[in-house]
């Protein structure tokens, strides 16, 4: 079975840009996660997801920062304008509901110059 | 508020050595303890878990027990492989959703 596919696996852009990443989750799973991992601030979930509605956007830093789930099977998160400090390696994950497993993608590698 | 505390990284040991790695937690009712691995380059990947007080998650030689009267979950390998470098995250689930809160990670490297 095909996990979490994510894309870009790697991304460098200039200041100013928008930055467009993407994310399939598990086939069957309700819930969807964005987490952002910095060295300085370690894993940092951004947004969550349940059938496909925003359920806790409470850690998306700010304005330029948008996510969006239009089915079950496909999402996006954008920064338009990217900053340098956004740099960092975003993850997504997927899973179902109770206490469930999350299953992480491999990351998209984000620079911005 | 919710939160886990890891004990500092790098770890370093020789392979066949004793491993642990510490985690505190800080929570409100009975939260579900995971620990996560990360290797080099890759997403985390679920290593054990526990739901409730005294249970023993165990998963590849590695065993945590939920110890609600100390709020710890600490981690455990009889004899660590090189193949074991990576970093380790304990977490905690809280709410009543989904919402995992990780630890800030602990870098272990096995040498030959």
Sequence with gaps: DAGVIQSPRHE????????????????????LFWYRQTMMRGL????????????DDSGMPEDRFSAKMPNASFSTLKIQPSEP????VYFCASGTGGHETQYFGPGTRLLVL | GNSVTQMEGPVTLSEEAFLTIN???TATGYPSLFWYVQYPGEGLQLLLKATKADDKGS???????YRKETTSFHLE??????SDSAVYFCALLSGGYNKLIFGAGTR???HP
Excluded: W
């Design chain 1, 12 to 31: 460098v852009t200039e200041m100013g840009q928008e930055v467009t990443l993407r994310c399939k989750p598990i086939s069957g799973h309700n819930s």
């Design chain 2, 77 to 82: 390998k009889g004899s660590v492989q090189v």
């Design chain 1, 44 to 55: 940092e979930l951004l947004i969550y997801f349940n059938n496909n509605v925003p359920i």
């Design chain 2, 59 to 65: 998963n590849k030689g590695f065993e945590a027990t």
């Design chain 2, 108 to 110: 272990l490297a096995v």
């Design chain 2, 23 to 25: 985690c505190t937690y």
């Design chain 1, 85 to 88: 400090r956004d740099s960092a």
